[in-house]
């Protein structure tokens, strides 16, 4: 159980594409989820947290208009990176649970390059 | 000072070892504690889930909690080479804020 998909797995475009991703709770309801990213060896990062029905919570230094986030169902929340550029290239985690007493379940990841 | 410190590593051991990872946490109100397997370019897998203090076993891995000192303990008993892996401890006092570590690189060699 608590299984969350995450996709694309990978994703390669050029600088200045918006980019959106997809995280879902495929067994379990997930009144919030968690969007994270991650450089090489480090880690997490976290980015904001997504509550179904309602805006996003940003964490500070993470631009709301860059990183659009939409949860929409209690499966279902999504993050599009508008208008990319290099250095947003990074790998993206989401997660779904932690209400509560509940630990994160977290998706397998996104790794985003852009060129 | 971090809410959570955990030692990076790296840390190497041969295949049979018992391995510990350790965290310690400055927050007297947490009150659930996860460990996390990592692999490189996947998301964290959840390991073991415990509540307060005390220490629960599944399988190979037991997780050991003494709130007492704020500090939290992954033992991986007869480590094999499919256990090198990233290693997050993460916990919270309840609702939605968690607090991870950075992570233990860990190495198992045949």
């Known amino acids: 159980g608590a299984v969350v998909s995450q996709h694309p797995s990978w994703v390669i475009c050029k600088s200045g594409t918006s980019v959106k991703i997809e995280c879902r709770s495929l067994d379990f309801q997930a009144t919030t989820m968690f969007w994270y990213r991650q450089f090489p060896k480090q880690s997490l990062m976290l980015m904001a947290t997504s509550n179904e029905g309602s805006k996003a919570t940003y964490e500070q230094g993470v631009e709301k208009d860059k990183f659009l986030i939409n949860h929409a169902s209690l499966t279902l929340s999504t993050l599009t990176v508008t208008s990319a550029h290099p250095e947003d290239s990074s790998f993206y985690i989401c997660?779904?649970?932690?209400?509560?007493?509940?630990?994160?379940?977290f998706g397998d990841g996104t790794r985003l390059s852009i060129l | 000072q971090k809410e959570v410190e955990q030692d990076p590593g790296p840390l190497s051991v041969p295949e049979g070892a018992i391995v510990s990872l350790n965290c310690t946490y400055s927050n007297s109100a947490f009150q659930y504690f996860m460990w996390y397997r990592q692999y490189s370019r996947k998301g964290p897998e959840l390991l073991m889930y415990?509540?307060?203090?005390g220490n629960k076993e599944d399988g190979r891995f037991t997780a050991q909690v003494d709130k007492s000192s704020k500090y939290i303990s992954l033992f991986i008993r007869d480590s094999q080479p499919s256990d090198s892996a990233t290693y997050l401890c993460a916990m919270s006092a309840g609702g939605n804020q968690f607090y991870f570590g950075t992570g233990t690189s860990l190495t198992v060699i045949p």
């Open positions: 997660s779904a649970g932690g209400q509560g007493y509940q630990p994160q379940h």
């Open positions: 415990t509540y307060s203090s």
